[in-house]
Nanobody, 120 residues
Framework: QVQLVESGGGLVQPGGSLRLSCAAS????????MDWYRQAPGKQREFVAR???????NYADSVKGRFTISRDNAKNTVYLQMNSLKPEDTAVYYC??????????????WGQGTQVTVSS
């Protein structure tokens, strides 16, 4: 069984910073891409950032230059450093990963989400 657990969300003022973490655990052989998504109230879940197992990254236009995704392959963990936060960044943030488990099955896994609220 594979689990993804996010942490690091909270309340921050506009212009502030937060760092999200997401640790994968369980019956894992390898992890390919790791992503962050977010879902604001009343809106569809949207892509935020992606990092490959080789370190290549891409970002949604709305967060380019403000957010940085990184990963520690030894810890099966992905991070999202969020700077210059805006009220419109308020959402539940989810990590997701493309994982091959010990049964040699490849699947997409999701975390439970962590709330980020940007407000004065």
């Amino acid at each position: 069984q594979v689990q993804l657990v996010e942490s690091g969300g909270g309340l921050v003022q506009p212009g502030g910073s937060l760092r999200l973490s997401c640790a994968a655990s369980g019956t894992i052989i390898s992890i390919n891409v790791m992503d962050w998504y977010r879902q604001a109230p009343g809106k569809q879940r949207e892509f935020v950032a992606r990092i490959s197992n080789g370190g290549g990254t891409n970002y949604a236009d709305s967060v380019k230059g403000r957010f940085t995704i990184s990963r520690d392959n030894a810890k099966n963990t992905v991070y999202l450093q969020m700077n210059s936060l805006k009220p419109e960044d308020t959402a539940v943030y989810y990590c997701s990963a493309d994982i091959i488990n010990t049964l040699r099955q490849r699947d997409r896994y999701w975390g439970q989400g962590t709330q980020v609220t940007v407000s004065s």
